[in-house]
């Protein structure tokens, strides 16, 4: 079946300008996962998302970060005023339940802040 | 503050030898760890989990091993395979009350065919 895909691949922005990605999970799956991959270190959890639960945005690195999952199914997460150490592949992730659950993870959105 | 340590950025190994990945953690809260497997331009892909009741676990030709009282753990690769050449991301959670994988920084592995 379908892996969770990601959208755009990559994406080029100037400082200061908004971007929005988007992470479309494998179906039924009811948990979702935002990550972002900084040059030479691991992967960093941003958000979770679990059914209708409010999510746990402990991850977030600051109030520029958003992310919103709507339907339960697909989900964006949205960089306000994008500053160049945001630049980073963002990896969004699903399970069929939670944590306990194996992560399948997208491709990634390879983004650059000029 | 990284709860998750991959102190070796990389690894090289002749083909059909052992490859060993070694990773670290510091909080004695995890009990569920994973190696996942990251080729360029993919997402990392599950590889194999061990859970903090056992001590080892494997599938063909991979292995983890866990040593809970020195906080370490281990995937064994054998044989090594150019195939198998890719970054390497150990994983970390506490299943009560956490949401999240903390990750190692990688290691990229190498098979010399």
């Known amino acids: 079946g379908a892996g969770v895909s990601q959208s755009p691949s990559n994406k080029v922005t100037e400082k200061g300008k908004d971007v929005e990605l988007r992470c479309d999970p494998i179906?039924?799956?009811?948990?979702l996962y935002w990550y972002r991959q900084s040059l030479g270190q691991g992967l960093e959890f941003l958000i979770y998302?679990?059914?209708?639960?409010?999510?746990?945005k402990s991850g977030l690195p600051s109030d520029r970060f958003s992310a919103e999952r709507t339907g339960g199914s697909v989900s964006t997460l949205t960089i306000q005023r994008t500053q160049q150490e945001d630049s980073a592949v963002y990896l969004c992730?699903?399970?069929?339940?939670?944590?306990?659950?194996?992560?399948?993870f997208g491709p990634g959105t390879r983004l650059l802040v000029l | 503050d990284q709860q998750v340590k991959q102190n070796s950025p990389s690894l090289s190994v002749q083909e059909g030898r052992i490859s060993i990945l070694n990773c670290d953690y510091t909080?004695?809260?995890?009990?569920?760890f994973l190696w996942y497997k990251k080729y360029p331009a993919e997402g990392p892909t599950f590889l194999i989990s061990?859970?903090?009741?056992?001590d080892k676990n494997e599938d063909g030709r991979f292995t983890v091993f866990l040593n809970k009282s020195a906080k370490h753990l281990s995937l064994h690769i054998v044989p090594s395979q150019p195939g198998d050449s890719a970054v390497y991301f150990c994983?970390?959670?506490?299943?009560?009350?956490?949401?999240?994988?903390?990750f190692g920084t990688g290691t990229r592995l190498t098979v010399i065919p």
């Open positions: 179906s039924g799956h009811t948990a």
């Open positions: 992730a699903s399970s069929s339940q939670g944590v306990q659950e194996t992560q399948y």
């Open positions: 998302f679990q059914g209708n639960s409010a999510p746990d």
């Open positions: 994983a970390a959670s506490a299943l009560t009350g956490a949401n999240n994988l903390f």
């Open positions: 909080n004695s809260m995890f009990d569920y």
């Open positions: 061990i859970s903090s009741i056992k």
